[in-house]
């Protein structure tokens, strides 16, 4: 059982111990008949539709529609991770859609578009996604070429596609982001709210991936959309998809966390039973550096993202600079806590179905996505060079 002593650190109340022990418990009875890595589609919306019914999506969105709180408590997003991807990579993958997907409404939307969209979402019955990247931006979220166009006083039409969209083929909505042009480079972009069902949108492509979840280019054939579904004005759409990332980037570092913890535990029962040289494989010195090695790695993470987490929840506007920290450190920390484990496995470690194996795999796309680590890197020194009063 993955390590609880860290709850004892200043960043934590009572409440997210309960969640922790909760939903520790509740993950460890009902994520295995849920999650078939086989039928990904079918498993999320399992997952979903479980961590709905049973109220594990709450800290999603606030209490006015059907969450908790009056905004995000991210060390609450931040342990939901980790515990779920400590059991489960694809149930972590779900929970996560849900807060990703839906947070730009959450923090920028209308209390219309609240009420019409959150509800569903933290119940489990409609599936959100984040529609940002594009084939050739990514990381730069200023190259954004998909665009929307005015038709008409109320309606814009969108054309364009976007690419690795995680929840691609399955999501009720699409938050999608396009160039509307009130201004140059990332001033001239704006975010909408884009049902699956809506004419002109297509599954252009599903992508399958080492860790298989569902993920897809999606192509935007004049879509048109009310402007009553725009979140935000035009030309906002950089500052939400930047602000939503602020929130959510630190729970990326925690799902690395969940990774990361569930690794050490197997790597402790593989070296506690396995005998190598006449002596327990535990009491070889190179084995007990490794896991002093993997300990040290999560905690050096878990402090970062906590530490993220608990700046945000105690109202810093913005933590740009902690969360990017904690995005990097926990999921290059995670690469190398897991790649320990699958050595101390030896040949059973590179066995398909082994958990270090699959967590080998789980590992990998947690340090591109939402923001590569290369770009968090950048991100961190530019926000050290212009407290400094340094332009970057």
């Excluded at 022990?21 to 919306?45: K, N, T, Y």
Aim: neutral net charge; hydrophobic residues 45%; glycine residues 10%.
């Amino acid at each position: 059982m993955a390590d609880r002593s860290f709850l004892d650190w200043p960043f934590f109340g009572p409440q997210h111990k309960a969640l922790r022990q909760s939903l520790d418990s509740w993950a460890h009875e009902r994520i295995p008949p849920l999650s078939d890595h086989h039928d990904v589609d079918g498993s999320c919306r399992k997952l979903v539709a479980a961590l709905g019914r049973d109220g594990w999506l709450k800290p999603v969105a606030p209490a006015a529609y059907g969450g908790q709180g009056s905004g995000y408590d991210v060390r609450s997003l931040c342990l939901s991770r980790e515990t779920l991807a400590y059991h489960d990579g694809l149930a972590d993958f779900a929970f996560a859609m849900q807060g990703l997907g839906s947070g730009p409404i959450t923090l920028f939307g209308t209390e219309e578009q609240k009420q019409r969209f959150l509800p569903d979402v933290v119940a489990g019955r409609s599936l959100a996604a984040f529609a940002l990247s594009e084939t050739e931006a990514g990381s730069d979220v200023a190259a954004l070429a998909c665009a929307a166009t005015p038709d008409g006083p109320d309606h814009v039409r969108i054309n364009g596609e976007k690419m690795w969209i995680s929840n691609g083929g399955i999501a009720d909505f699409y938050v999608v982001f396009v160039r509307t042009g009130e201004a140059p480079g990332a001033r001239g972009l704006s975010a909408f709210v884009v049902p699956a069902d809506t004419q002109g949108l297509e599954i252009a492509e599903r992508i399958d991936v080492i860790a298989p979840h569902p993920l897809a280019r999606l192509r935007f054939h004049e879509c048109r959309i009310p402007r009553a579904n725009q979140i935000g004005k035009g030309g906002d759409g950089f500052k939400i998809a930047m602000a939503t990332l602020d929130v959510f980037r630190s729970t990326v570092g925690a799902a690395a966390l969940g990774f990361a913890r569930r690794a050490l535990d197997e790597a402790i029962g593989r070296v506690s039973t396995r005998h190598l040289f006449g002596q327990p494989m535990a009491a070889l010195p190179l084995a007990q550096a490794s896991l002093a090695e993997m300990a040290t790695d999560i905690d050096a993470a878990a402090l970062l993202v906590y530490r993220a987490a608990w700046a945000k929840d105690n109202g810093a506007e913005r933590i740009t600079r902690e969360a990017a920290m904690a995005k990097m450190v926990a999921t290059e920390h995670a690469q190398v806590v897991i790649d320990k484990a699958v050595q101390l496995f030896g040949g059973l470690g590179v066995r398909s179905g082994m958990r270090v194996e699959m967590l080998y795999r789980d590992i990998r796309a947690l340090r591109i996505y939402e923001g590569a680590t290369e770009v968090q890197k950048l991100i961190i020194a530019r926000e050290i060079l212009r407290q400094h009063g340094t332009q970057a």
